[in-house]
Structure formats: structure tokens, C-alpha cells
């Protein structure tokens, strides 16, 4: 319990330093949100008229009045006006990049983190044998191209030439979203590409972590004495030595989840993806300041929920931990 | 961004949006179009709204009062008004507007709402309207007045024969609906009540929107299309593929290559690239070595400009005849050969270069291999470019290259668009690859290039750049502003083009395409090379689109 109060007080102060981080990076950028808008007039406004645009689309206030306001603000969950998507607010887009990210990221990390786990065990245990000096090298090259390349290489073959998926979109702009089959089906076939292009270079460290820290243990004594109780095979992998090599692999696949809202900023360009990372990067282009304040919090946020549950997690799994 | 790389020919299917086909009746006529690029759609009609709707809604849902047909003028330019007049004195323009014409809500247009119109837009700096020529201290139009129900008059502070080219451009709102709002750049028009082809929207989601026929049109006659759909897209990728597998028709993006990355994709693919606005190398003539005339001459003729034609920007833009900041878009209004003497500063002579910078001085005083100031301090500056505009990066790195040639120690220097931006109105720059801007009239260009007001720092505009100030020139835009007469204003700016030509504030590079990309899957009547019946794209501030898509027919037996 100590363990874990001490952990939420570190998380807190983390916090309220991420936050201000969050406030000042945009605003270190040269430029303001009004920038842009008044560059797309190419010259056709008078100085009135700018001036009135920088008040309404910029901010007001020196650097510490705006620092006040925005600490008030995210306490009230207020995200602000987006100025790219002038006046519709951030929180609104925020929402709907966030879950299509969701989606995204979301299932191609369970599913690389399934996948990788379970042939890392299969490795370990047959260490040296086919399974693992064959898939361990191709995990590992795979996991070393880039999102980028594989990404394009699949849009190419399967959507362009082949045409088995769509070119891109979350979902059929036909269907009204709803929980029917049509749709979730939907969804399913525009998000397989995608999710496959993230899946193929990222499987292979989760494949990679596992195999390393379970041939550790396998030499350990305790599993020496578990093969000397009689053990079976699968109790001894499954139960013994999987169950403790999972323990840093929690630790690595909390981070993940957190740094999920970031979004796939290529994966998501390519196949015109609704996510967190496009709107990002336009907003970032464009000095929204709202949307990229947003976003950041919402990626503090979760990547610091998702460590503290990954120390729940720990202490439930560890029961080394519970008693400190 | 990518390029989509070498594709064997896209057979026809429809792949993504499997068209919802009507179960029974006339299939609806849909064209698909994209304007702008975005991430995600937003609810939001209003017209002047920058951020997407704007690009969407004018032109096909909202009427100017005219349309300034550029490539022909003076052809079939009615919109909301049929004829202008203007006053004896120049002090003032009368419109005459179209009789007959009703709001999609039933309601009569009339010179209520012109006048309404041009009030609102004084009443709200902060939503830019498209018309700049009302305001106090830059502005010249005083006032509106409804002389009867289908005339008003325009009242100027001091004679003007160029205000209605801003007055054109204004697109009037319905009284009886925008009297009501207060805040008008957060409003979002959700109703939509205009005059156009297409004021009905329908369908909306994150992923577009179609926008359809408006029952009460005086268009409907020859009206072919039921509905406009704007999908929503972001990316080259995807625009590019779209077009070619039917999920677009009309679109006017930024390509490279096209022959090989556009064409080969679909046998309906088609684009045509005519001359756009001009662009120039904007020199800080406030610093050594761009404040000496002979070290401008000798750049303007270090620079290799075919290969920027042909290499650099992918053998897609036009080239420029003459050092006057303009080009090919306005060759109606040269004289040709009172600008002849001038032509050598465009041509490629590097020899040439050397001799002039040797004659004038910039020599390698301190041995390390770049010419240096007359007074011996050394010359290094960088060309800005945005990182990521392909075109103009290329376009920078040869000029640099070429300077270099010459001895001089030119690099390009790339950086992120944002800082680009923000670094022109302090001043803060030594060279710029930058647009010009377009216009009825040369004049547009000239105006701002040459505005001593726009040459203060800390509000230096993207064309004063070089903070030049040539008075003869200012004498001569006054001229050209002060008269009706064409021939007047011929000769005001022959005079304009031989100042600039002599003093080379700016050093004229090529003329930009106009992008323009369309799909003969589904429609004919395209603008091509052959038929070029007025600028063809897709883009809002192209008044002439809504012709454009006017003149479209679908084709026996397609699918929409």
C-alpha cells in the first residue's frame, strides 16, 4: 500500500510538471494560431482587419495570465476552441481522433503484444531449435522497418492493385456509426491495413523481450526444482517462468498503451485515417495551441494512468511486492 | 509528399464508397469534388469562414455580385448584379442587380441586402468578408446606399476606377437571416439560404457532406447535377488514388510528376497546368549585398531558369519573359517591346555575372574563396524555403548552386513553415522564394509590392518584401487607380514594368501552374488546352468555378 501511495504522489507532481510542459512547447514555436488564417488572405485584409484577427484567434494576455487561465481550464476539462477547425471545439475532435486512435493502435498493440508474447515463450523454450532461429531473426528485421515503408508497400498491393481493402477511411462514410453488425464490420475491414502495417513492425519486441528474459530464467533454480517436483512442461513454462518474465513486459506494455494517444501519424496519413496523430500533426503546422495542448494532456494523462496500473498490475502478479 | 510510384492502369470499379444507389427512380447526379483538404469535416456552413467551410459554400451556394471572368473580361461576368457603372468624378460605382432572384427560403433578394452586406462586413473586422476596400485609412469605400430596390450605389472617399474589382468579390448574405447574429465568425449557418446552384446540404458526417439543388435556382435549366459531394481527405496519397478509382472528379492538387504518378493510374485521369500567378526571389534590399543594383543585376543573370523549369519544378510551371515580377498570366498587358531591352536580365549568363560583380567591386578580399562587400566585410546568406514544398526547395537549392557558381557563398535554408511565416513581418530574412498574388488587374500585384505602408517592420507584407521604396512607381499605381481609361492605365503600368525592370527589387523566376486535375469517368465539359473557356480550378477565390461545374453533363450510362 506504501508502495502504491508513494507511487500516486510521484505521479501527481508528474503531472503538474507534464502540464506545463504541455503550455510552453507550443508557445516556444514562432508564430500564433492567427498566422496562418491571416496568410490564406494573401494579402487581401487591411490592418484593421488583422488586428482584429489577432485579437480574436490569438490570445490574450501576457505569457503568465494565459498560464493561469489554461491551469484553470484543464481543471475544468475546458479544451478550448480549435483554430484549424475554427470555432468548432477541440474537445470535439480531440474525442473523435482519440477513439478512432483507439481502435487503431489499440488493436494492433494486443494484438502484437499476444502474438510476440507467445512466440517469445515458444522461443525461449525451444531455444536454438527451428522455431527459434528462424522467427527470431525475422521478428527482428521486421521489427526494424519503418512504419513508413510497410505502411505504403500494403496500401500499394492490397488496396491499389489487388483492391481487397478500401483506400483508406475508418469505415464506410455510408454507414451511420452505430453497434450493428454492418458497422462494426465496417470498421473491421478499413482497419485491417492499417493495423496490419503497425502490427508487422512491432510484434517482433515484444517477441524479442519475452525469449531474452525467459531464457534467464530458465535457468533459474526454481524452475530447476519445479522439473524435479514433476512438474508438467506447460505448468512449468505457462506458470513458473512465463509468469515471471511477464513482469517487465507489463511494465513495457503500459507504455505503450499510454503513448497509444499519440497516435500513427504515418499509418494514418497514408491510409487517411481519422487519428489523434494527423490531427496533431496539422494542428502543430498551424500553431493550434488548443488542439496541441489538448492533445498533450491527453497523452499525459494516459500514459501516467497507464504506468500506475501497470504498478497495480505488478503488485497483483508480484507478490513479492505486496507487503512493502 | 510520397509518390505513389510507378502503377499499372486502375481498371474502373468503384472500390471504397459503393455509391448507395436509389432502390427506384432517376439515379441522382453527384459530383465530387474537393476544395480543400482537411482531417476531418465540421458541421458549418458559413461562408466566410476560412477554415474549410468558405471553400466550400461560395461560388455554389453563395453569388458574388460579380464574377471577373479573368481569362476573357468583360464575357458573360454576371452574377447578383448585371451591369456596374462608374461615376463620372470615379467617386463612385452604381451596380444594377438581377431582378427576380429569391433566397432558397423563399424570400426576394434585393439591394436590402447588398447594402446590409457591406455594412455587416464594416461592423466586423474580425470576419473577413473578401472585400478589403471599406475601412477608414486603407480603404476607399465610404459608404452604401440603396438607390431602389435593384440598385445601390457605392460612395468612394476619393476617385477610384479600380474599388468595384473589390466590390466584385462580395458575396451578399440574406438580411433577413444574418441581421439576427451577432458573433459572425462563430456562427455556423447550419440553415443555409443563398441564391446558388447547390444550397441544400445533406448527409453530413466526419467523412463529408453533399451539398444539392437548390429548388428555387434560376440555374436549374441548365443545371445538370443534382448534388456536389465534398469527401473528406488530407494527403496526395489519397486524393491521387480517389480520383483515379472514382471516388472523385474534380480536383486541383499539387502533384509531382504527374505523367508518371497520375496519369498511368486510370484512362479517365486527366490534368491540364495552365500559367498561374508569377514567382519571384524577394531580396531584404535593406541589407549589403541586395541594396547594390549591380549585385541584383548579376543574380538575376547567374540563375540557370531552365533548369528550374525543367529539373527543379518538374518541368510544371511556365517561364517568364520579362524582370518585371509578372508574368505569362498578365500578357495581355505588356508592351512587349518597350520591355524588349530588358529580356538579357532573364537569360542564363554566368560569364556575364562574374564580369559585373568583378566591375562593381565584390571581389574575394580575405582569400576564403567567396567574393566579399566592396568594403571588404564578407557576403553569406541563406535562401528560406519551407521544409517540404518540394518544388521551391529544389527551386532554392539551384539558385544556390548557381550563386555559388558565381563565387558567391549562397546556401539554401530550409525551415519549418510556421517560422517561415512568422519571419517575414519582422523583416528578419535575407532571400525568399515567394508567390504573388492574383487579381483582375496587375495592379493587385503592383499595389502591395509598392505600398510604403506595407514596408514597416513588424508588418512587412509577403510581396514588399524587398522594402524597396521606388516613388516613381507609387506615381504610376496612382495613375493606373485614377482612371477608367485603359489606355491610360496601359501606359501607368508599361511605366511600372520598366521601373522594376531598371531597379530589380524582386528578380523574377516562373510562373506557377494552376493545378487543376479532373476524372472524364462521369462528366464532360472540362476546360481543356483546346477548350479554355476560363480558369478551371476547383479553388475558392476561382469565382469562375461555379461555371465550371455548371458546364459539366454526365455522360450516358454512368455510375454515380
Known sequence: ?324 | MHKIGLLTVLAGALLTTSAIVPAAGQEEVILRLLPYHTDAMVENYNPNNPTGPQQRMRDFAYEPLWIDNIWHPGENEEALAVSWEIGEDLKSITYKLREGVKWSDGEDFNADDVVFSFEYAKAHPDYPMGIDVYNGETGNVASAEKVDDYTVKFNLNEPDALARYGLNGLYPLPEHIWKDVDDPKNYAALDVVATGPWTEPRNFSRNGYDLCRNELSRYNDENAIDCLRFPQMNGNEQTVAALSAGDLDWLGDGLTDPDVTFLPQSEFNNYWLPAGSDVNLQLNTTKAPFNNLEFRKAMSIAIDRQTLLDISTFGLTTATRFPIGTGEMYNTWYDAAALEPYTHLMEYNPDEAIAILDAAGFVDADGDGWRDNPDGTPIAFGISMPSGWTDWVNTGQTVAENLQDIGVNASLKTMDQGAWFDAVPRGDFDVYVMWTNGGPTPYNQYSPMFNPRLMVEGQIDFQAMHQMQIPEIEAALDVFKGSADEAVQRAALTDIHKAVAENLPTISLFANPIWYEYSTRRFTGWVTEEDQKFRPQVHDGTRERVWHALALKPIEGAQF
Open chain 1, 1 to 324: 500500500m506504501i508502495f502504491l501511495a508513494r507511487r500516486i504522489a510521484f505521479y501527481f507532481a508528474a503531472f503538474f510538471l507534464a502540464i506545463t510542459f504541455n503550455f510552453l512547447i507550443p508557445r516556444l514555436m514562432p508564430g500564433d494560431p492567427s498566422d496562418r488564417i491571416i496568410a490564406s488572405f494573401q494579402g487581401r485584409l487591411n490592418e484593421a482587419q488583422v488586428a482584429a484577427i489577432r485579437q480574436s484567434y490569438g490570445l490574450d494576455g501576457n505569457l503568465w495570465e494565459q498560464y493561469l487561465t489554461y491551469i484553470g481550464s484543464v481543471f475544468r476539462l475546458d479544451f478550448g476552441i480549435s483554430t484549424v477547425q475554427f470555432p468548432e471545439p477541440t474537445a470535439s475532435l480531440l474525442f473523435y481522433g482519440a477513439t478512432w486512435t483507439l481502435v487503431l493502435v489499440g488493436l494492433a498493440i494486443f494484438f502484437a503484444f499476444i502474438i510476440g508474447s507467445f512466440m517469445g515463450i515458444h522461443a525461449a523454450w525451444n531455444r536454438g531449435g527451428f522455431f527459434d532461429s528462424f522467427f527470431t531473426p525475422i521478428n527482428v528485421m521486421l521489427n526494424a522497418f519503418t512504419p513508413a515503408i510497410v505502411a505504403l508497400v500494403l496500401f500499394y498491393a492490397f488496396s491499389l492493385q489487388l483492391k481487397w481493402f478500401p483506400l483508406g477511411r475508418a469505415h464506410d462514410p455510408n454507414l451511420m456509426a452505430g453497434w450493428d453488425l454492418n458497422f462494426i464490420g465496417s470498421v473491421l475491414y478499413h482497419a485491417t491495413l492499417p493495423v496490419l502495417s503497425i502490427l508487422l513492425v512491432s510484434f517482433g519486441g515484444w517477441h524479442l523481450g519475452m525469449r531474452n528474459v525467459m531464457i534467464n530464467l530458465l535457468n533459474e533454480d526454481f524452475v530447476v526444482l519445479a522439473r524435479a517436483k514433476g512438474l508438467s512442461d506447460n505448468r512449468i513454462k505457462y506458470r513458473y517462468v512465463a509468469r515471471n518474465a511477464i513482469l517487465p513486459q507489463i511494465t513495457a506494455l503500459a507504455l505503450s498503451v499510454g503513448f497509444m494517444l499519440g497516435g500513427a501519424l504515418v499509418t494514418e496519413q497514408v491510409f487517411n485515417y481519422p487519428g489523434l496523430g494527423k490531427f496533431t500533426f496539422t494542428a502543430i503546422g498551424s500553431r493550434d495551441y488548443s488542439f496541441i495542448q489538448g492533445q498533450l494532456l491527453l497523452l499525459t494523462t494516459a500514459v501516467l494512468v497507464a504506468n500506475l496500473l501497470s504498478d497495480i498490475a505488478n503488485v497483483i502478479l508480484d507478490p513479492r511486492l505486496r507487503g512493502r
